[in-house]
């Protein structure tokens, strides 16, 4: 490409809980700017990741799983996803080929809203399916892509894996291709758009949802309440709130003698010292609010919800 083709443009990642989005959005980049677990749902907000190359800018927005979960915060997760996708220059959906192959009736109830939403769309739409090294004989796999083919014909369908970015360098330069001529829209060093004490936020509740796996319930919440700087020291104190819909709740994210906070707490530190290249002092706290998923209000204190 000449200079003058260097292209720029927004690239909505869809798909349905655990496809693999914030995965494929950090290996991209090269550096972790979404949390990843094995939790459905543990993107709540569009996350914003920034390839910056010599010939393009693909700025991508990562969105939470498209689901059919009823409740006020589920609701408002849907809307970010669609809205994402409406501003898009480039649809990328991302599938778990894993999950279909072996559970072949999943996929067009998984897929329909996603069918639905870009049926009649021209602007270029690639399928991404992910998880393709978990397969040895990749014969396995091309009953799916011929079934995919079938529900998005005007589709691109390309393998993956965005765990071992086998695929990912060619993935890439197809998005690259599929992108307006522009010039880039944020400096090269950049990585996303997410304020630091976002992201911080989002360490905490990753390493709740790692700490405590399945036990963890759903409705947790993590708010910083206090940030400080002081100047001429190399030193950031953070205290940060972890909110549960139970009392209940409460008892599992301290546990036994403060032991599971006391880690989860150490290693959420470590992580945010990384992402900061500064000390960390980081306090947390959890308070019981019941019902937070349905307060609109509360939702929107949290980014959730649009003011």
């Known amino acids: 490409m000449t200079k003058t083709e260097h292209r720029c443009g927004w690239v909505a990642l869809l798909g349905p ?3 693999g989005k914030s995965t494929l959005l950090n290996s991209a980049l090269g550096h972790k700017v979404a949390i990843v677990t094995p939790r459905a749902q543990t993107t709540r907000n569009q996350i914003v990741g920034i390839l910056s190359e010599p010939d393009a800018q693909v700025i991508f927005m990562d969105t939470p799983g498209i689901h059919q979960q009823r409740g006020r915060m589920n609701k408002i997760l849907l809307q970010t996803a669609w809205q994402s996708m409406h501003s898009a220059d480039v649809i990328l959906v991302m599938l778990d080929a894993d999950l279909y192959i072996k559970k072949p009736d999943f996929l067009e109830n998984d897929v329909k809203p996603l069918m639905d939403a870009v049926a009649a769309e021209e602007r270029p739409v690639i399928v991404a399916v992910n998880k393709v090294d978990l397969f040895r004989d990749k014969s396995k796999m091309l009953p799916l892509f011929i079934e995919l083919q079938k529900l998005w014909p005007k589709a691109e369908v390309f393998p993956v894996s965005a765990l071992t970015r086998d695929g990912l360098p060619e993935l890439v330069k197809l998005l690259k291709s599929k992108l307006p001529v522009a010039p880039a829209m944020y400096p090269e060093d950049q990585l996303s758009t997410l304020p630091v004490r976002f992201m911080a936020a989002e360490i905490v509740r990753e390493k709740l949802f790692l700490a405590l796996r399945q036990e963890l319930p759903y409705s947790v919440a993590v708010e910083i309440e206090k940030w400080d700087e002081e100047e001429g ?3 950031v104190t953070i205290h940060a709130v972890i909110y549960v819909g ?7 994210v301290i546990g036994k003698a403060g032991a ?9 530190r470590v992580d945010i010292q990384t992402l900061l290249e500064k000390k960390v002092h980081l306090e947390l706290w959890v308070k019981v609010r019941e019902g937070w998923t349905e307060d609109v209000g509360f939702l929107r204190s949290l980014g959730l919800a649009d003011e």
Not at 260 to 268: F, N, S, Y
Request: proline share 9%.
């Open 246 to 252: 139970r009392p209940s709740h409460k008892s599992m």
């Open 233 to 235: 020291r190399d030193l």
């Open 17 to 19: 809980p655990n496809a």
């Open 260 to 268: 599971t906070i006391k880690d989860l707490g150490t290693k959420a």
